[in-house]
């Protein structure tokens, strides 16, 4: 009789000391959050704590984010020679001057958060960044949604997507921006921002260098299409059009300015891009 209390006891224990099935609390801020699925033959895949990418528990307000202004940036050390990756091979563009494509784009979120990205810096999802597979690192690269015809600036600082049809992973916060966010890709257009590099160092010292601003409006693939572009603008603002020629890939770039006073750049930007250029944006050149 003793031998079965002992045995009936130890049932209640077991059944008492067994974790209650409930349902898990949803993790992801937005039911509609998608990321794009990850390549699951990722040779880095070890080097992660997280399986899957995912977006944060937490997140913060993307329109509080830094925006991002193009300026002069030495390319880096790390992450600018030709590679080879799941047996092909991969040629880091010399010169990305005039530099279009169109394509898809996806964005990477916690997973790679806090790690290396490509050329040794460190990944942050929260900052206007960006992955492309052959531009120089660091490039300045405006990303438009072709749905939606919202447009960003990006700084491209990594390596990816390695993906058929994918053109450049975006961090979180940029495709926040462009509305990529719920549906985990999109297709996209993007446009290579060069800054000319500055002069010698002895001459920067002497004085500072005069600068001028541009607002770019659009960039098209013959002059047929750009000076219609300028007629329709000058209609609209009295400032002076400026069409710029990219001789070696025939590329027109429709721009408002120059202007001296960065202030007035700014404000004429914003009226711009209220009234009939969304995708506008400005850009700095040494007088």
């Not at 977006?55 to 020679?81: M, Q, W």
């Not at 990529?180 to 996209?188: E, L, M, Q, R």
């Not at 329709?232 to 027109?252: G, L, M, N």
């Amino acid at each position: 009789m003793r031998s079965l209390f002992v045995i009936f006891f130890l049932i209640l224990a077991g059944c008492s000391s067994s974790p209650e099935q409930t349902q898990q609390p949803q993790t992801k801020p937005d039911t509609n959050t998608k990321v794009a699925k990850p390549n699951t033959d990722d040779p880095n895949a070890g080097r992660y704590s997280l399986k899957d990418d995912r977006a944060p528990k937490v997140v913060p307000d993307f329109s509080k984010v830094k925006l991002i202004t193009p300026h002069y940036e030495p390319y880096s050390r790390g992450g600018n020679k030709d590679y080879t990756l799941r047996g092909k091979r991969y040629h880091i563009i010399k010169n990305p001057k005039g530099y279009t494509e169109t394509g898809f784009a996806s964005w990477y979120g916690e997973k790679f958060h806090g790690h290396k990205t490509a050329n040794g810096e460190v990944y942050n999802m929260f900052a206007m960044t960006a992955a492309h597979k052959t531009l120089p690192l660091p490039s300045f690269v405006r990303v438009t949604n072709t749905l939606n015809h919202k447009s960003v600036i990006v700084r491209v600082n990594d390596r990816g997507p390695f993906h058929d049809g994918r053109i450049i992973d975006l961090s979180m916060a940029a495709a926040s921006k462009l509305g990529v966010i719920s549906y985990g890709t999109a297709p996209v257009k993007i446009e290579v921002i060069t800054v000319p590099k500055p002069s010698t160092k002895a001459e920067i010292k002497k004085a500072p260098i005069p600068i001028q601003y541009f607002i770019q409006l659009a960039a098209v693939n013959n002059q047929q299409k750009a000076d219609q572009m300028q007629r329709e603008v000058k209609q609209h603002y009295s400032t002076s059009v400026d069409i710029e020629k990219i001789t070696d890939r025939a590329i027109f770039r429709v721009r408002l300015g120059p202007f001296l006073d960065h202030k007035d750049a700014e404000l004429l930007l914003k009226q711009v891009k209220n009234k009939h250029y969304p995708q506008a944006f400005m850009i700095t050149e040494k007088r």
